[in-house]
């Protein structure tokens, strides 16, 4: 009996793992709380059976793993950011690579990317979805399901030969010479010369992330810093988050600067406050996080003291969730 269950948890999890490596599904929000620990699993590196003594988690159909843990493995280099809970890896192909707790864009190298599921942070590791990590370090995964063992495959670079060009390798690895162009930031009217090494491992998501510019980032962080300077860094987050679902709703101005210096919600915008604020590390980070999309007020395009603002107008909003002094409405 125990034998028997055992083996149906086995095969819940192939299936779940076999959405996850088969098909790219919209984007997930994952927290710790809800990630499931992804038992009776081995990983191969390169053929060889690796110890991993952190546990990996299964949520809404991917696998994730720890970045800094599986990074070594590829011979790369990490290093954690703990003011903004950030891994940076350095990989052996010289490629930059920055995942963020909660943070659904990933900085690699001069670009940025959507991720179709959020890195967590979990007993103090940075935890992502194995495929994109792992495509990131120039890998292919291959799931077994019967044995239960998962094979990360190390791809080394293709070197172009007079007889082994663009065209050969494009029909190896199942890309198109534009994708190994673009990934490997060369023009597409650049002459190739022998000798000359490509990456081959294209990201199975490589959609770029929606650009910001300094200016606008900067004047998010000052708005958050002199309106929730003295908050929690959740409570920063929500206080950028409501500027960026104004940007987005239709019933307010469509750019951050005009939703900040319209009507009478940001008061520092019209005092001299908001020209003399200068943000912190935290609400630094609360401005970038919520301009790569991490939302924890989602919809909510007002937010208020509720001690201090009273009246039918604050009580008729639909609050969301209070965080700190704050709360958040629609």
């Known amino acids: 009996m125990i034998r ?21 599904g919209p ?31 299964v949520s809404e159909g991917r696998l994730f793993v720890p970045a800094a843990r599986i990074a070594d493995m590829f011979g790369a280099k990490s290093s954690w950011d703990n003011v903004n809970e950030e891994v940076t890896i350095h990989t052996e192909l010289k490629d930059k ?13 001069e670009a940025r990317y959507k991720l179709d599921a959020v890195p967590f942070l979990k007993d ?6 194995l495929r994109q990590l792992s495509e990131m370090l120039h890998a292919n995964v291959v799931l077994n399901a019967e044995s239960n063992v998962i094979e ?29 162009l673009k990934w490997n930031g060369l023009d597409s009217k650049a002459k190739i010369k022998p000798g000359t090494k490509l990456k081959v491992i294209i990201p199975s998501n ?14 998010l962080a000052k708005i958050t810093m002199v309106e929730a300077g003295n908050e929690s860094y959740e409570g920063q987050l929500g206080l950028a988050n409501v500027i960026l679902n104004r940007v987005k709703d239709e019933r307010f101005p469509d750019t951050i600067r005009d939703v900040i210096y319209s009507g009478k919600q940001f008061p520092p915008a019209h005092n001299g406050l908001l020209d ?55």
């Open 4 to 24: 028997d269950v055992k083996r149906i948890r086995g095969l819940i999890i192939t299936m779940i793992l076999g959405l996850f490596l088969l098909c790219i």
């Open 27 to 57: 984007m997930s929000s994952v927290h710790a709380g809800n990630a499931a620990a992804a038992e009776d699993w081995t990983i191969k590196f390169n053929g060889k059976i690796v110890k991993i003594t952190d546990p990996l988690y």
């Open 97 to 109: 690579v920055v995942l963020g707790n909660g943070v659904p864009v990933v900085y690699f190298n």
């Open 124 to 129: 103090n590791r940075l935890y992502a979805p």
């Open 152 to 180: 990360l495959i190390k791809v080394q670079p293709a070197v172009i030969t007079e007889e082994y060009g663009l065209d050969e390798i494009s029909k190896e690895f199942g890309s198109t010479k534009s994708e190994l």
């Open 206 to 219: 490589d959609q770029i992330a929606k650009p910001f510019t300094d200016a606008d980032y900067m004047l």
């Open 276 to 330: 003399k604020s200068k943000p912190n590390a935290s609400s630094l980070r609360a401005a970038k996080d919520a301009l790569n999309g991490k939302n924890n007020v989602e919809n909510a395009v007002y937010f208020f003291n509720p001690d201090i603002s009273k009246g039918s107008f604050w009580s008729s909003l639909d609050v969301i969730v209070t965080i700190d002094n704050h709360s958040f409405a629609k």
